[in-house]
T-cell receptor, first 117, second 111 residues
């Protein structure tokens, strides 16, 4: 079992360029999440998808878009990269039943280290 | 917005000493989860607490959820160099699947 797989692992962009971060999970989880991690700030939720076909904004959604392509895949897109988006991006998934009375642990990918010059 | 703060931000200890990190939420949580992130790695789930006042142990690690379900703590007895990493608490508020992460405590253990 691969768990949660993120690609690419590293990327350097110039300001204004666009790119898509890919995430796939093989655990048949309903919920998927995108976080960014910056020094001293923990993990901040960018977007999440509670189930296939739905997406919602998290704490810091500006400058990002997401697509829940199917149950396995959840991509994050930067349309016009800015230096402030330099960060480590983590994708996670969890098996969360609805209603949310029994929240389950989140499983994380290895992360994408993104630098924007 | 709701916040989850952790203290201390950073602590270094001599191997064999104890370590505690504290987690405080501005709102009541339905549960608290703890994660460990090794340097250069990704967060890995350690444990979940759900009940008010709950205490759970994993070998040298003791986790506690406060009576008001707004705070939590992680205590490590007799630290080892393998305990090095950043420890995050994270909680769900009622009726949501969004997990709010704490700011993390980075632990360094010197042999």
């Amino acid at each position: 079992n691969a768990g949660v797989t993120q690609t690419p692992k590293f990327q350097v962009l110039k300001t204004g360029q666009s790119m898509t971060l890919q995430c796939a999970q093989d655990m048949n989880h309903n919920s998927m999440y995108w976080y960014r991690q910056d020094p001293g700030m923990g993990l901040r939720l960018i977007y999440y998808s509670a189930s296939e076909g739905t997406t919602d904004k998290g704490e810091v959604p500006n400058g990002y878009n997401v697509s829940r392509l199917n149950k396995r895949e959840f991509s994050l897109r930067l349309e016009s990269a800015a230096p402030s988006q330099t960060s480590v991006y983590f994708c996670a998934s969890s098996e969360n039943p609805i209603p949310y009375s029994n929240n389950q642990p989140q499983h994380f990918g290895d992360g994408t280290r993104l630098s924007i010059l | 917005g709701q916040q989850v703060m952790q203290i201390p931000q950073y602590q270094h200890v001599q191997e064999g000493e104890d370590f505690t990190t504290y987690c405080n939420s501005s709102t009541t949580l339905s549960n608290i989860q703890w994660y460990k992130q090794r340097p250069g790695g990704h967060p890995v789930f350690l444990i979940q607490l759900v009940k008010s006042g709950e205490v759970k142990k994993q070998k040298r690690l003791t986790f506690q959820f406060g009576e008001a379900k707004k705070n939590s703590s992680l205590h490590i007895t007799a630290t080892q160099t393998t305990d090095v990493g950043t420890y995050f608490c994270a909680g769900h508020t009622l009726n949501t699947d969004k997990l709010i992460f704490g700011t993390g405590t980075r632990l360094q253990v010197f042999p």
